[in-house]
């Protein structure tokens, strides 16, 4: 039986209220360096709340991202092993697919780490998840700062509690301004069409020699499908899944074709790299649009300040656009999620030690100065409020980014999680827009080939 996930009310997006606002060695091969300060104890509040106790607690503890997060996670880590001498964490590191790979094995193996980080395919994990209701109700995990619509980002259909999200979190399109100027073109506006953005693909490659937009492999599936379907008709009329997650939110396949032919036409026309170029891209520092070897990427709001701090020491500076639309005055097909999560593990043998640890990372100021909000805006009020007061110009970016976004006209309710099964739908995607660049199948057919792979899960 496919499992059924809570479709989250956009109420999360209001609660953000931006404008407002203002040791352990990594055994991770794809990791080549660790952060080698350790992170200074400070006079917080969370020092009354060290641990007292004399007995060892080992935990286990992995994530995949940038390095800047490897670097950030590894130093609150060290805080958090400094408030508590007792207790000793474990860590491992790895680019997304790694993760997923090294994932896949413990799971086999009932293995999985202490604490673990999931996004919208956690479903596939669902078994390994152990929830925190039992450790909110006993006050073991703190959900005082956050609002009910923020948590529920991160609920099962029956309201259990499977994490704590680690950041509110949105798509969006990272730019360089001067390379659009350099090839003449407009940069773009909240209203910016698919055309548009297809058009100033085109003329910055053919003045510039570069790639128009970066690779955006990992959020292909994204674009080309849950925005693209949500772009039609009036606000929440269409979504790729419906809000059960039991079948299809359209009808008519050939709505996925226009985009396909697009990125075909790019991929073919060499204005987007090819599935070659796309996996030298191994983490945000060097993405194209950082290299300088493309003028846009499609980006998560929470990936900018990194990619804005890089280009920075280069002496270049990034922007971040709004998503494009199929037209001006249509839906924008944005939604406001749960970046990741933050797990504990039915293997754990440290289940509540693991909770603990949870609630500190998400609700703990001095913590969340260290990560800066790297994995999304903060969901705690209080944590949000203090990094907004101190935010460097890529996260101030981020921030005013995101509550415009909030301001976006959105469906009351959406699907912001994934189907079990998806990954598979989303691979074949991925190949069939191949498949059209070398003319084996036409756009047309890579599109019912799509609805037809992601409609089969549905079925018995």
């Known amino acids: 039986m496919k499992k059924k996930i809570i479709a989250a009310t956009m109420a999360a997006a209001m609660c953000v209220s931006l404008a407002a606002c203002g040791g352990s060695t990594a055994s991770s091969s794809a990791a080549e360096s660790t952060a080698s300060s350790t992170a200074e104890s400070t006079a917080s509040s969370t020092a009354d709340a060290a641990s007292t106790g004399d007995e060892e607690v080992d935990l286990r503890m992995a994530w995949w991202g940038s390095q800047d997060r490897h670097d950030r996670t590894i130093k609150a880590i060290e805080l958090y092993e400094s408030l508590h001498p007792n207790v000793k964490i474990e860590y491992e590191y790895y680019s997304f697919d790694d993760y997923f790979t090294k994932l896949k094995t413990l799971v086999a193996s009932d293995q999985v780490w202490d ?3 999931l996004g919208g395919n956690f479903p596939m994990y669902m078994d390994k998840i152990y929830p925190l209701d039992d450790y909110i109700a006993s006050g073991v995990v703190d959900v005082s700062g956050i609002g009910d619509a923020n948590l529920k ?9 499977l994490g704590i999200s680690n950041g509110l979190n ?6 360089d301004p001067d390379m659009f100027a350099e090839a003449g073109v407009a940069e773009p506006t909240d209203t910016w069409t698919w055309d548009d953005y297809a058009n100033a693909a085109n003329t910055i490659h053919e003045k510039l020699g570069i790639y128009g937009c970066s690779s955006m492999l990992t959020s292909e599936f994204i674009a080309g499908c849950s925005v693209y379907v949500a772009q039609y008709g009036d606000v929440g009329q269409y979504s790729f899944f419906n809000l059960d997650l039991t079948g299809m939110g359209f009808d008519d396949p050939q709505m996925l074709t226009p985009y ?3 990125r075909a036409d790019s991929i073919k026309n060499e204005v987007y790299p090819d599935a070659g170029a796309s996996a030298e891209i191994t983490n945000i520092e060097n993405d194209f649009l950082v290299t300088g070897e493309a003028a846009m990427a499609w980006v998560a709001a929470n990936q900018f300040p990194t990619m804005y701090n890089v280009c920075q020491d280069q002496g270049r500076t990034l922007k971040l656009a709004t998503l494009p639309r199929i037209t001006s005055d249509g839906p924008s097909g944005a939604v406001i999620q749960s970046s990741q999560m933050l797990c504990v593990s039915q293997d754990s043998q440290q289940k509540e030690e693991a909770a603990k640890f949870i609630s500190w990372f998400e609700n703990d100021p001095d913590c969340n100065n260290i990560l800066q909000g790297e994995r999304g805006i903060p969901v705690n009020a209080t944590v949000r409020e203090t990094l907004s007061a101190n935010a460097t110009e890529g996260q101030q970016i981020m921030y005013d980014f995101m509550d415009k976004v909030s301001k976006f006209k959105m469906p009351d309710k959406v699907n912001v999680l994934s189907p079990d099964g998806q990954d598979e739908v989303v691979d074949n995607y991925r190949n069939y827009i191949q498949q059209v ?8 057919e890579a599109a ?10 549905f079925t018995e």
Do not use: N, P, R, W
């Open 153 to 161: 980002t991160t609920q099962d259909t029956e309201g259990h509690q």
């Open 448 to 457: 019912q080939k799509t609805y037809d792979d992601a409609a089969a899960l």
């Open 260 to 262: 396909i032919q697009m």
């Open 437 to 444: 660049v070398d003319g084996q199948i036409t756009a047309e």
């Open 115 to 117: 604490i673990f980080q």
């Open 170 to 175: 949105s798509y969006g399109i990272a730019y």
